[in-house]
């Protein structure tokens, strides 16, 4: 792939800075040839050649983007990316060593050592970005909640929506002997516990997993199935499907093609809250410790030229090339350009809609590898109570923030990040009511947090 800091097409460009005048994408060039120009400190590297893969959606940007800018290459790594079918494959390739290193959902490190699912010891260094989900159902699905949702004064649905909006079209569905069916992309993503959380906010269940139903569908109000991200808006249009939970650009092109519209982000469900991390075996990183740092290092300065919003416009640009996500720059930029659109025309401010680096999203917090394993316990995913120790003890065998702080320091000493973006923290995130429901979450009290809920396993 042509090398953007050394050339540059003109047309993409061009391009872009006719559709995004209003956000500029000037300086981008000139802000990552100046920091090139900053040597990085030497690193003994013990494998120069990696291969990482992806999924398409747009928060694989910080792998794009450390590729595209040159970053990899400044700390001696020269580096394939490769799109991958599904995550499923993603886990296993990583696990068996056909990849140095991944994009992964957050919740498969955590389940590949907390026992559901395939088992391995995986670790993230580096939490790749925060939100970036959102639900969305089907027109004629949206045509029966609307009626229950809110309107504020501009006449428009108030946000958020809540599933209690959505309660009443699956009680309907349920009378005429329906079932109501929403996807998600995976059993232990992001995307299952917030539509899990978002219903089960609302008094609908989702169904419980055990160890003779492994779908997740005892007890089901709504019946979840797992649908890959791309494939999201064909099954949704096709009528396998009434809704569904995804990264981007699949909520908008649901938008673009008129079949569908989303009606709650992530942001909503938890203000900025954990989605997609970078994923390496531990004996990859015990092999190869210069490397993991040096890795950690580029996608830390890929996260933090994302966050500046000139450097957006470019980032749709490289995200829409066919070899990254490789869908329209135009329905990419609906939600990476600070905009999220819900009904068609109904386009809302939401600049962190996409976060890549402010509020520490780099860093791997144990806090958040937590709640993945509250859900997993909440959702019978682990079958057994545990104790708050090993809730903590296991967080801290697949998130290692110690391989991120030395990469870090070395940005510092080069003058390549400030000193003031190293977090001062015992890796937990301070106790936050930010969720659709107000309830109160504490890292370090797994099982307290469990109690608040009225359905789902509770440890007491």
């Given at each position: 792939?042509?090398?953007?800091?050394?050339?540059?097409?003109?047309?993409?460009?061009?391009?872009?800075?006719?559709?995004?005048?209003?956000?500029?994408?000037s300086?981008s060039?000139?802000?990552?040839e100046?920091?090139?120009e900053?040597?990085?400190?030497s690193?003994?590297?013990?494998?120069p050649?990696?291969?990482?893969?992806?999924?398409?959606l747009t928060?694989?940007?910080?792998?794009?983007?450390?590729?595209?800018?040159?970053y990899?290459?400044?700390?001696?790594?020269?580096?394939?990316?490769?799109?991958?079918?599904?995550?499923?494959?993603v886990?296993?390739?990583?696990i068996?060593?056909?990849l140095d290193?991944?994009h992964?959902?957050?919740?498969?490190?955590?389940a590949?050592?907390?026992?559901?699912?395939?088992?391995a010891q995986?670790?993230?260094?580096?939490?790749?970005?925060?939100?970036?989900?959102?639900?969305?159902?089907?027109?004629?699905?949206?045509?029966?909640?609307?009626?229950?949702?809110?309107?504020?004064?501009?006449?428009?649905?108030?946000?958020?929506?809540?599933?209690d909006?959505?309660?009443?079209?699956?009680?309907e569905?349920k009378?005429?002997?329906?079932?109501?069916?929403?996807?998600?992309?995976?059993?232990v993503?992001?995307?299952?516990?917030e539509?899990?959380?978002?219903?089960a906010a609302?008094?609908?269940?989702?169904?419980?997993?055990?160890?003779?139903n492994?779908?997740?569908?005892?007890?089901?109000?709504?019946?979840?199935?797992?649908t890959?991200?791309?494939?999201?808006?064909a099954?949704?249009?096709?009528?396998?499907?009434?809704?569904?939970?995804?990264g981007?650009?699949?909520?908008?092109?649901?938008?673009f093609?008129q079949?569908?519209?989303?009606?709650?982000t992530?942001?909503?469900?938890?203000?900025?809250?954990?989605?997609?991390?970078?994923v390496?075996?531990?004996?990859f990183?015990?092999?190869?410790p210069?490397?993991?740092?040096?890795?950690?290092?580029a996608?830390?300065?890929?996260?933090?030229?994302?966050?500046?919003?000139?450097?957006?416009?470019?980032?749709?640009?490289?995200?829409s090339?066919?070899?990254?996500?490789?869908?329209d720059?135009?329905?990419?930029?609906?939600?990476?350009?600070g905009?999220?659109?819900f009904?068609k025309?109904?386009?809302?401010?939401?600049?962190?809609?996409?976060?890549?680096?402010?509020?520490?999203?780099?860093?791997?917090?144990?806090?958040?590898?937590?709640?993945?394993?509250?859900?997993?316990?909440?959702?019978?995913?682990?079958?057994?109570?545990?104790?708050?120790?090993w809730?903590?003890?296991?967080?801290?065998?697949?998130?290692?923030?110690?391989?991120?702080?030395?990469?870090?320091?070395?940005?510092?000493?080069?003058?390549k990040?400030?000193?003031?973006?190293i977090?001062?923290?015992?890796?937990?995130?301070?106790?936050?009511?930010?969720?659709i429901?107000?309830?109160?979450y504490?890292?370090?009290?797994p099982?307290?947090?469990?109690?608040?809920?009225?359905?789902?396993?509770?440890?007491?």
């Open positions: 792939m042509t090398h953007l800091r050394k050339l540059r097409p003109f047309g993409l460009i061009a391009t872009l800075a006719i559709l995004f005048s209003a956000c500029g994408s300086g060039k000139q802000s990552s100046k920091s090139a900053i040597p990085s400190l690193l003994d590297i013990e494998k050649q990696l291969t990482f893969g992806f999924i398409k928060d694989m940007a910080p792998l794009a983007i450390a590729k595209e800018l040159g990899f290459e400044d700390e001696g790594l020269f580096v394939t990316i490769e799109a991958q079918s599904n995550w499923k494959n886990l296993d390739r990583v068996d060593g056909e290193g991944s992964m959902l957050a919740g498969q490190p955590i590949a050592q907390g026992g559901f699912g395939r088992q995986l670790v993230t260094a580096f939490s790749m970005d925060l939100n970036g989900n959102a639900i969305t159902v089907s027109n004629a699905i949206w045509d029966k909640m609307k009626a229950n949702v809110p309107t504020g004064a501009d006449g428009k649905p108030a946000h958020p929506i809540k599933a909006a959505l309660k009443p079209v699956i009680e569905y009378a005429n002997g329906n079932v109501f069916k929403m996807g998600m992309v995976f059993p993503s992001t995307h299952n516990y539509i899990r959380y978002w219903l609302a008094g609908i269940n989702p169904g419980m997993y055990t160890a003779d492994i779908q997740g569908q005892v007890d089901a109000d709504v019946l979840l199935s797992v890959p991200p791309p494939q999201m808006p099954t949704l249009e096709a009528g396998t499907i009434y809704g569904y939970c995804v981007e650009p699949w909520n908008q092109q649901a938008v093609k079949i569908g519209v989303p009606v709650v992530n942001y909503e469900i938890w203000k900025n809250n954990p989605e997609k991390v970078f390496m075996t531990q004996e990183i015990d092999k190869n210069n490397t993991a740092v040096a890795v950690t290092k996608l830390i300065r890929a996260g933090k030229w994302l966050d500046d919003p000139k450097n957006r416009p470019e980032a749709v640009g490289i995200l090339m066919p070899d990254y996500v490789g869908a720059s135009v329905v990419i930029a609906n939600s990476m350009t905009t999220f659109e009904e025309g109904d386009k809302r401010s939401l600049p962190d809609f996409n976060v890549f680096y402010k509020y520490n999203a780099t860093y791997p917090f144990y806090s958040d590898a937590v709640w993945f394993l509250t859900q997993m316990r909440r959702w019978g995913q682990i079958p057994e109570p545990k104790t708050d120790d809730y903590l003890e296991t967080a801290k065998k697949v998130y290692q923030p110690d391989i991120w702080m030395k990469a870090a320091k070395l940005l510092v000493e080069e003058g990040i400030p000193a003031s973006d977090p001062k923290t015992d890796g937990f995130k301070t106790p936050t009511t930010d969720f429901d107000g309830t109160l504490d890292g370090k009290k099982n307290e947090y469990l109690t608040q809920f009225a359905i789902g396993n509770k440890d007491i």
